[in-house]
């Protein structure tokens, strides 16, 4: 890449995070604590950044990596996450229900909640957070001293000069694409499923749902005190044109079995297919690919966040080695060790998906009739045997 001019008034930091999403926000904080200093830049607007609506589970493991930091205040406030409902055919059935393992409980936690809590401890203990830096661009990161480059909310040119760059602008930012294509392998998986999220001002449920029947797989997650996000399986290709309000409400109330379901104003929707998507390795040089820059996973399981709450911990563990004592062990592994869990965290979705898409009529992959009743027999199975639900109960706090 071509060096970038002279003219520009050079800063230094140790890291340099480029993404002030739950990734980039969790470095920063983790990295606070060791005494490492950090520069966060965001290219969405603080109000963006802090209402974007994503997923909403955080693991026990992760609670579990909070509180171990001294950082447990961030998720207090939040209920326990016990059990899923799976309604079947209309019928209720409770996934957690006297399962081993699940004393130990995540919490449900808006995305964009946790987003607000990690910016106001980071900014009450004076962090270094740039929102609406644009133009960003990486230099030098397979030298010992990358350069990143942008322009600030008043149009200024910037430089920081750093020991490391964190990656955590997403699978579609700039930091996985400064990569170059054949320094590593991206495995992608397209399942041939799209889903219409929903979020509307709608009462929660009790508990979160997920529906089959062979009219289509649904679900509903609370997203605050008055909030729920929905989904729909839909036809591949459909638009949220398709999708008007009224026949949204019709079929959700369908699909869960819930005619007397509240409806309330829905406030955003988006139609997306279901898909994976795996950088090897997630590091380069300097840059170390955190979150969706690294992986991508289907929504089923909740484990994208998850993800980006690992990759945050290890890459400020190896940072805070190295700069500590100059021990390189943590850097050199970083990508070995979150590719080991982004490899199970995988497959759990891919089971899940498979498992709760087959059993509502549409197996993953196709097979008919002959894979929709496995799915049934695997979904049964889960639901009534101990020992088959012990995988879900050690992948869903984050324990297996």
């Known amino acids: 890449m071509t060096p970038p001019p002279r003219s520009r008034e050079r800063e230094s930091t140790t890291v340099a995070i480029v993404g002030g999403g739950v990734s980039g926000l969790t470095a920063a904080i983790l990295l606070r604590a060791c005494g490492i200093d950090a520069v966060v830049l965001e290219r969405r607007s603080r109000s963006y ?16 990596m909070f509180e171990r930091w001294g950082l447990g205040d961030v998720l207090h406030g939040f209920p326990g996450d016990d059990f899923m409902e799976i309604r079947v055919d209309g019928q209720p059935r409770l996934l957690g229900e006297n399962m081993p393992g699940l004393a130990d409980t995540g919490r449900l936690v808006p995305q964009q909640a946790l987003v607000r809590g990690l910016i106001a401890a980071l900014l009450a203990d004076g962090a270094d957070l740039r929102f609406e830096a644009s133009d960003v661009a990486l230099h030098h990161v397979e030298g010992e001293r990358p350069l990143v480059t942008y322009a600030g909310q008043d149009g200024r040119a910037h430089e920081i000069e750093c020991d490391f760059v964190a990656g955590c602008d997403g699978d579609r930012g700039i930091c996985a694409a400064s990569i170059p294509a054949d320094a590593g392998e991206v495995h992608a998986y397209d399942y041939g499923i799209w889903w219409l999220t929903i979020l ?84 380069h040089g300097r840059l170390y690919l955190l979150g969706d820059a690294a992986h991508i996973i289907p929504p089923m399981g909740a484990k994208g ?34 590719l080991e869990r982004t490899w ?13 898409h087959g059993a509502s009529g549409h197996p993953v992959g196709g097979g008919g009739t002959f894979r929709q009743r496995i799915m049934r027999a695997r979904l049964e199975r889960v639901l009534s045997s101990d020992v088959a639900a012990r995988y879900y109960a050690e992948m869903f706090t984050g324990l297996g």
């Open 344 to 356: 199970r965290y995988q497959e759990f979705s891919n089971w899940m998906a498979d498992m709760m």
């Open 305 to 338: 966040m998850n993800l980006a709450l690992f990759d945050a911990e290890a890459f400020a563990t190896a940072v805070r080695d190295f700069t500590a004592a100059g021990d390189e062990t943590g850097l050199r592994g970083y990508s070995a060790t979150c």
């Open 200 to 283: 509307a001002d709608a009462p929660p449920p009790e508990r979160p749902l997920m529906a089959v029947g062979m009219r289509g797989y649904a679900a509903q997650f609370a997203r605050g005190p008055k909030a729920s996000r929905f989904y729909l399986h839909v036809a591949a290709g459909d638009t949220v044109a398709d999708w008007p309000h009224d026949r949204i409400w019709a079929e959700l109330k369908a699909r869960l079995h819930a005619p007397d379901l509240p409806a309330g104003p829905i406030t955003a929707t988006e139609v997306f297919p279901l898909r994976s998507a795996i950088r090897e390795p997630m590091s």
């Open 49 to 64: 950044v802090e209402e974007r609506q994503r997923a909403g589970v955080v693991e026990y493991r992760a609670v579990h």
